[in-house]
């Protein structure tokens, strides 16, 4: 159950959740609680975040 609970965590920002929604969805109390947890999701999420700025600002 822990796995899938992690994987769940772990899909949701990867695709699109806000992390307020990741946070009711797990029952945590805060957003932080949340993101810090399952942080290891977010390098990819912001170098995605980043690339769709460039490519907005720059073509």
Do not use: W
């Not at 769940?8 to 699109?16: E, I, K, T, V, W």
């Not at 109390?29 to 912001?46: F, G, K, R």
Request: hydrophobic residues 45%; contains cysteine; glycine residues 6%.
């Amino acid at each position: 159950m822990h796995d899938l609970r992690h994987a769940c965590a772990s899909y949701l920002p990867a695709c699109g959740a806000s992390p307020r929604t990741v946070m009711k969805t797990l029952g945590h109390s805060q957003i932080a609680l949340a993101m810090n947890t399952y942080a290891h999701v977010l390098p990819d999420i912001e170098r995605a975040a980043v690339d769709a700025v460039a490519k907005q600002l720059f073509g």
